[in-house]
């Protein structure tokens, strides 16, 4: 017997590789001798570096970068040296988990850092990056990020204007002309699954402003300075990018690297399945087991369970999820390619210890799978 193990991590709890060592252990006390296949996945978010490291024969690289408010950072970003190819999370360098709730400000804080890791990854030598957009404290457009590979953004006065979201309503001039030269020879691929403009009701400010700090006035305001930065980049780039699918994921960053770096949009957990061979892992599969820390209808939006149930689809492999908890709308994942769902707590019990015990709650949430999958095939 076949099994694939392809969890996401779960949050505060365990990483995707920690749950499918958890999962096999289960499922090994029934099926000694099943080939159990652990393929740790992500959808794009917090754990990308790590899952796609585990899956492959990667390094784990370090660079010291500016964090959301410009204080340093030792950010980490994953190097596949074979391919030439450098996974980074915006969230390392430029994410919420920096920083404090007192520290949220979206007016101020930038993508500096994220691009000071692009710097580092065409030092190393990349010719491909994948950047990971998720749990950004950000919504400056990208235009840090931009500074730090030579773009330049200044006021009437000629000066760069100030970083932050909302400085972006000083921009009187858009300078692009010294972008590193190597960005030509690199391939961007973004994996996000957000699809929000740039702008408007349905934009970056709106939409994402309020999680990162920002009081419903300044959401106004951001919005309308992210506007006037898109009129002045629209005058330079000969296009107007603010309306196109997914410029607002991570606060605007998905403007910029879609208008400047031309990076192509893939949803995060086909990118991290591409990375891991999870298409080539599944023939001849008999199950799948896949899993997230909360498994509802927010996973149709494209996190890992549901991209784990497209590809296994094809396939023609059921997918069982264990999650840590079931939530409403969950059953609407049985009509895309889910068989069924389990939740792990055996009974109350609070969120700290079912964190502490994931691993063993895992473990026998697996081994009963197993029994049940045994008693069943006769």
């Not at 001798?33 to 393929?39: F, H, Q």
Request: proline share 5%.
């Amino acid at each position: 017997m076949k099994i694939v193990i392809a969890p996401d991590s779960f949050k505060d709890s365990l990483s995707a590789q920690g749950v499918a060592d958890a999962i096999a252990s289960g499922l090994a006390e029934v099926w000694p001798d099943a080939e159990l296949i652990k393929c740790p996945m992500a959808d794009g978010g917090e754990g990308t570096i790590e899952a796609v490291l585990a899956a492959c024969d990667g390094e784990l690289m370090t660079a010291p970068v500016s964090g959301p408010l410009g204080e340093p950072v030792q950010a980490h970003w994953g190097w596949l040296a074979s391919s030439r190819t450098a996974i980074i999370e915006m969230a390392m360098a430029s994410g919420l988990q920096l920083l404090t709730l007192d520290q949220r400000d979206a007016r101020i804080t930038s993508t500096r850092g994220t691009g000071e890791l692009i710097l580092a990854a065409l030092d190393a030598g990349a010719t491909r990056v994948i950047l990971a957009i998720g749990g950004s404290a950000t919504n400056d457009a990208g235009s840090g990020m931009l500074s730090a590979l030579g773009a330049r953004f200044l006021n009437v006065d000629g000066l760069p204007v100030a970083p932050g979201g909302l400085a972006l309503a000083h921009v009187a001039h858009v300078d692009l002309l010294n972008l590193d030269a190597r960005l030509a020879d690199v391939q961007f691929e973004v994996a996000a699954d957000v699809d929000n403009p740039l702008c408007g009701p349905h934009g970056a400010s709106h939409v994402f402003g309020p999680q990162k700090g920002a009081s419903p006035e300044q959401v106004v305001q951001l919005d309308a300075a992210l506007g006037h930065f898109a009129d002045h980049c629209a005058q330079v780039l000969g296009r107007d990018w603010r309306d196109e699918p997914g410029c607002g994921a991570a606060g605007g960053m998905g403007f910029a690297a879609k208008a400047c770096l031309k990076a192509s949009f893939r949803p995060g957990v086909e990118v991290v399945a591409d990375l891991t061979g999870l298409d080539r892992v599944l023939q001849g599969a008999d199950l799948v087991i896949t899993g997230e820390g909360r498994f509802d209808a927010q996973t149709l939006r494209g996190k890992t369970p549901f991209g784990v149930a497209r590809i296994a689809r094809r396939a023609g492999v059921p997918v069982i999820v264990l999650a840590g908890t079931l939530g409403e709308g969950y059953a609407d994942l049985y009509e895309h390619g889910i068989s069924a769902a389990f939740a792990l707590a055996s009974g109350p019990m609070t969120l700290e210890q079912a964190c502490r015990d994931a691993p063993d709650l895992l473990h026998d949430r697996a081994r009963d799978l197993a029994r049940l999958w045994q008693l069943a095939a006769g």
